[in-house]
């Protein structure tokens, strides 16, 4: 579905990606971990197009996507969510779910004079795809809640609701345990699972919740300074002593390695 050659994005001196290459498979859920400052973050603003890059290519189902605009992208199946939600806050749930398909009759003035029956018409199909995703995502009881006043966990689910509006094939979902409580947390990992199985969305998550990435996850790429550490199934990747070291640093990996010992004598 994707794929990443020696990308690099910098700004000034500092290479917050730095030769990147991955590949995020058709029909997976890929996470994408790695200790603050890893450059997380940046490579998805990059394949999202939120950023150029300095240098590099992305591709999608083969097709050079470098450089294009989040509204290109977006047409073409790929979305991105945010590490904090970016509703509007004073619309209502399904008024949130409802503005995400472009291209609507109501968004041209002289629809609003002439073509009022096929406004009618397509807000109240929007409705009714609107009322599906919430019972999908269980917040129904959510639908007419202002978005301003939702919790950080039903504001994720909210978020991602609305790439359920439109033909996703790949979402890039941005620390969505962030701020989370547990409860809440499972469900977004039960509707995550579902959309992956049952309608075939291809995800790619950063998550620092290793729990949660074990559940969901494979395969789990993880970076550190700019560049691709390691990939792997998630409890390989747990036993990586790279992948400890970069986490926890050199003392620290040398004391979990003292540790196992230990156990193991």
């Not at 917050?16 to 998805?44: C, H, Q, R």
């Not at 109240?124 to 917040?139: M, S, W």
Request: neutral net charge.
């Amino acid at each position: 579905m994707i794929r990443v050659e020696d990308l690099h994005r910098h700004f000034g001196g500092f290479r917050a990606v730095d030769g990147a290459s991955l590949t995020i498979e058709t029909g997976s859920i890929t996470g994408l971990i790695g200790p603050n400052g890893a450059g997380k973050s940046t490579l998805f603003n990059v394949i999202a197009g939120v950023l150029p890059p300095t240098s590099g290519r992305v591709f999608m189902d083969g097709e050079d996507i470098t450089g294009l605009p989040p509204h290109a992208l977006f047409h073409r199946g790929l979305l991105r969510t945010f590490q904090l939600a970016h509703e509007f806050a004073s619309m209502t749930v399904r008024e949130n779910l409802m503005m995400v398909p472009g291209g609507q009759a109501g968004e041209t003035i002289l629809n609003t004079w002439f073509r009022r029956g096929r406004i009618q018409r397509e807000e109240a199909e929007l409705r009714r795809r609107a009322d599906e995703v919430l019972d999908f995502l269980t917040i129904r009881h959510l639908t007419h809640e202002k978005a301003g006043n939702l919790s950080g966990g039903q504001k994720k689910l909210l978020e991602l609701g609305r790439t359920m509006m439109v033909d996703a094939k790949v979402v890039f979902l941005d620390e969505v345990g962030a701020g989370v409580n547990r409860t809440l947390l499972g469900t977004i990992g039960d509707a995550i699972v579902r959309l992956n199985r049952e309608r075939g969305y291809t995800f790619c998550v950063i998550e620092h919740d290793m729990d949660f990435i074990g559940r969901l996850c494979d395969p789990v790429i993880v970076m550190a300074e700019g560049k691709v550490l390691a990939e792997g199934a998630a409890d390989a990747i747990m036993r990586n002593e790279d992948v400890i070291e970069a986490y926890l640093g050199t003392g620290l990996k040398n004391k979990v390695k003292a540790e196992r010992a230990g156990g193991a004598a």
